[in-house]
């Protein structure tokens, strides 16, 4: 019998919109020109790039030249980093031990390669950052610093108040990089109210094609590209610009942003189902920072702690159909607690419960929950038996 496929995996990646997909094909077919020949084929392409610029600028009330397309979010965040560092004159970075790997190993490369200070802001239990702390650790030095925050943690969903951070960076003359993957094309975002120089998108995270991103880089900023090269994208990311990709982009932010309400709407309403019938089946459970909070969380995820260890629960929904992920997906089947876990519980906990991330998406419904309940509540009896 052929099991009914769950996808609760939506943090990690989204499925494609039919239209995303129709839009690529029909892009693909019809505009197949090198954006950079001067023909009139390979101008139509570049239109079309250009278009997707405008229509991005616009979402995030910012100028057009000040969208960069890149291949995902590692790459944008790489490119701000280490591009802060070689050419703004970036000698200090304060961030965080919850940020996504591309964001950790950039620093980590730059502290170690460059020998730049870097500054790790530890998380309240809740997972939240303080703002006093990060003011504290601003005020503690003159060095050109970089501050990088993530808007939304992939993990746990605790957002970022990237308005008021944008302020502080402002007071204390810092530039401020946000990784705002798992927020595109989920918030409305308006950069023209914040003070942010620099942040990120992967279009895969809101039902487009993986290989296809952005970087906001503010106006003036003076950053250089990592990829040198034909000098496409202004001269910061060069490399002929994958047409369809970024249409996919396009078409994805469009559908997230035309339907933004409605999306959000109903996948709260799951969010909020899938609390109450998991709190109802384990009534031991937990859930992580403040993923089960309606305000300072993002909708699309929830970090459960089962009260029981089992490194292996990934691999058993899996094999009930269930799609799921432990952690982060980079972290998702390692043995070892992932850092956000490590940050935000005690030794205790880490040593007999088992953190499980379930992410949503429009496409998500009540069946799903049921089926992924129903299957985690037969393991975790099968464990205690
Ligand atoms: C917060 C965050 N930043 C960056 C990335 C990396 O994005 P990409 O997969 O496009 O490289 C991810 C994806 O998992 C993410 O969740």
Same mark, same amino acid.
């Given at each position: 019998m052929e099991i009914k496929r769950i996808y609760l995996d939506n943090a990690a990646t989204t499925p494609l919109a039919e239209e995303v997909i129709d839009a690529m094909v029909e892009t693909m077919k019809a505009s197949?020109? #090198?954006?950079?020949?001067?023909h009139s084929i390979g101008q139509e392409a570049k239109s079309l790039i250009e278009g997707v610029r405008r229509q991005v600028a616009d979402y995030l009330k910012? +100028?057009?030249?000040e969208i960069i397309f890149t291949s995902c979010g590692t790459e944008s965040n790489n490119m701000i980093i280490k591009g802060a560092v070689a050419h703004l004159g970036v000698e200090r970075i304060i961030t965080s031990p919850m940020e996504h790997k591309c964001v950790a190993e950039a620093v980590r490369d730059m502290k170690t390669r460059k020998n730049i200070e870097v500054v790790y802001l530890r998380p309240e239990k809740n997972g939240d950052i303080s703002l006093e702390k990060l003011e504290e650790a601003l005020q503690a030095s003159d060095k050109k610093t970089l501050v990088t925050l993530m808007?939304? #943690?992939?993990?746990?969903?605790n957002l970022l108040d990237i308005e008021k951070v944008g302020e502080i960076c402002k007071t204390y003359n810092a530039l401020f990089h946000s990784d705002t993957v798992q927020t595109v094309g989920h918030l409305d975002l308006d950069f023209s109210k914040i003070n942010i120089d620099f942040a990120s998108c992967s279009a895969h995270k809101f039902h487009g094609p993986k290989g296809s991103g952005f970087a906001y880089i503010r106006k003036n900023s003076r950053l250089k590209g990592l990829i040198l090269g034909g000098? +496409?994208?202004?001269?910061?990311r060069a490399g002929t610009e994958n047409v369809s990709g970024i249409i996919g982009l396009g078409k994805a932010l469009e559908l997230c942003m035309d339907n933004l309400e409605e999306y959000k709407n109903h996948i709260q309403k799951i969010k909020d189902y899938t609390i109450e019938q998991l709190q109802k089946a384990i009534p031991m459970l937990k859930f992580n920072g403040?993923?089960?909070?309606?305000?300072?969380?993002?909708?699309t995820v929830l970090s459960a702690l089962l009260p029981t260890k089992n490194p292996l629960i990934g691999l058993q929904l899996d094999m009930k159909g269930i799609a799921i992920s432990q952690g982060s997906a980079c972290s998702s089947g390692a043995a070892k607690a992932s850092m956000v876990m490590m940050m935000i519980l005690n030794d205790e906990e880490l040593e007999i419960s088992t953190p499980l991330r379930i992410s949503f998406s429009h496409y998500t419904t009540t069946e799903d929950i049921d089926g992924f309940v129903k299957a985690l509540s037969e393991i975790m009896a099968e464990k205690t038996n």
């Open positions: 197949y020109g #090198n954006p950079s020949s001067t910012v +100028q057009p030249g808007h939304a #943690n992939n993990e746990i969903g000098g +496409q994208e202004r001269e910061l403040r993923s089960a909070e309606k305000d300072g969380s993002l909708y």
